[in-house]
């Protein structure tokens, strides 16, 4: 089958690969992973790149059915709800994550009337689950460790992994986060891994592992069994998980994790304005030293 066509939209800032994919015979398509721009120091938003994709979508006169998301993202802002106004798709997240948000709302005082039932997304996806694209069917692939709620898109001949890997020379994937486990994320890629071995993988991210001088965000299913530096065929479920806790201990936390993930269980909407018009984002002390 042909007429799949996949167009990366890189965010240099997050580093983050937003994917754009459409059966273009029948101006079908679906958005995976976008991304909202954000200064942190100001607290100012930019929707230059998501601006690119409806440009990028209207000019081929695609009809948006999904805005898909892996996970609800520590490291960028999503910009579903912006996207969804433009372009009238419905807005996608794995179910699990009901647990994501019942870790956070305590965590960010969130106000009683947010409910940690999912109902801020259209539709939550669970493993299992088809979705359609034209002729092509997306697939869904329950990959949790880094999350409990991540995701795995799956077309045709192509994996959509989110943060569960990166390149093979960056290796995987963080475990630290709350909910987050290095045994559960370890399970995870080995589902990846049963996929044919000429299935190609989409990272999410990439962030030029040394020695590397351009970003590249594709691989293969055979690339990473034989070339992941951290996880590969010869690697047992012990020493990933070995690896994985103590790596993670050394990490810093990511800049946006704050802003992004309190918006992103609200599936990309900013809280209710206050009196004088503003948003405001909850700051907690401490809460992730």
Known sequence: ???????????EVTNTATYVIADSAANECVIIDSVLGFEMASGATSTKLADDIITYINARQWQCLWI?????HADHLTAAPYLQNALGSKIAIGKHIIDVQKIFKPIFDFE???????????????????????????????????????LSFIIDNNAFVGDTLFMPDYGTARCDFPGGDAETLYNSIQKI?????????????????DGRDEYVWQSSVAEQKSQNIHINSEVSVQEYVAFRNKRDKTLAMPKLILPSVQVNIRAGHFPKAADNG????????????
């Open 1 to 11: 089958m042909t007429d799949l066509a996949i167009k990366c939209f890189f965010d």
């Open 68 to 72: 898909l998301e892996t996970h609800a």
């Open 112 to 150: 009683d009337e947010f409910v940690t039932d999912g109902r801020q997304f259209d539709q939550l996806l669970s493993e299992g689950d088809v979705l359609k694209l034209g002729r092509f069917n997306i697939e869904i692939l329950h990959t949790p460790g880094h999350t409990p709620a991540c």
């Open 193 to 209: 891994f049963a996929l044919p071995e000429n299935t190609i993988i989409y990272m999410g991210h990439d962030y030029k592992a």
């Open 278 to 289: 503003l948003h405001y984002l909850t700051l907690p002390i401490d809460a992730f030293k």
